[in-house]
């Protein structure tokens, strides 16, 4: 996966865009600042609109391409983000650290999805939020109507509503919507997709 993203990341543009996730944005600009964490951040499109909104910014991903073309985009845009390379168990975050993190289309491997879940948990302050949107398992179908639309091929990557309601079992979720939404995000995320998304606080 790593060889994979690389290649990607190495495109010219920024394969996803520059703009913010619409859903990420609406739900960020309602939440007070603090410390958020962006998993799998790719080429840093929320992370930095995040860190130009006063937040402190950690993300992480397995690409180094990724990481360079996020902190070029940060530096363009006058603000420090801390984003460093590598899986969730090389990261030196801390036991309750954060009072966000955004899962916007963190697709992880079927051996680190559950395990990484468990340590946002962790990660996360008593009343901080989680902001997700990723595939669905609807996807699969969707793909092959709408190859532009993106997303993993591996539907064991795919979501679930119930999947993801035992994963944040306990938490308050304010909203959660399994959907065909119209995508618009750079070269790769263009067209009709099937999505799950949700906003959710920590007990």
Avoid at 74 to 101: C, H, R, W
Wanted: negative net charge; charged residues 35%; hydrophobic residues 35%.
């Amino acid at each position: 996966m790593k060889e994979f993203w690389d290649e990607r990341y190495a495109e010219p543009d920024y394969v996803y865009g520059k703009a913010p996730n619409k859903y990420f944005k609406e739900k960020l600009d309602e939440i007070q600042l603090g410390e958020i964490l962006f998993p799998a951040e790719g080429e840093g499109r929320n992370a930095v609109y995040a860190a130009k909104k006063g937040w402190r910014v950690s993300a992480f991903d397995i690409s180094k391409e990724g990481r360079d073309k996020a902190l070029k985009l940060a530096n363009s845009e006058g603000v420090e983000i801390d984003y460093q390379v590598g899986k969730l168990p090389d990261m030196d975050y801390k036991t309750e650290q954060f009072d966000a993190i955004a899962l916007i289309f963190a697709h992880f491997s079927p051996e680190d999805k559950h395990s990484y879940f468990a340590e946002f948990r962790n990660l996360l302050k008593p009343g901080g939020t989680i902001i997700f949107e990723a595939f669905s398992k609807a996807q699969i179908d969707v793909q092959k109507e709408n190859p532009k639309s993106g997303g993993p091929k591996n539907a064991e990557m795919l979501f679930s509503k119930e999947e993801l309601q035992t994963s944040f079992n306990g938490f308050k979720f304010e909203e959660f919507e399994d959907k065909l939404i119209e995508l618009s995000e750079g070269k790769y995320h263009n067209g009709k997709a099937a999505v799950i998304r949700f906003v959710a606080t920590k007990p």
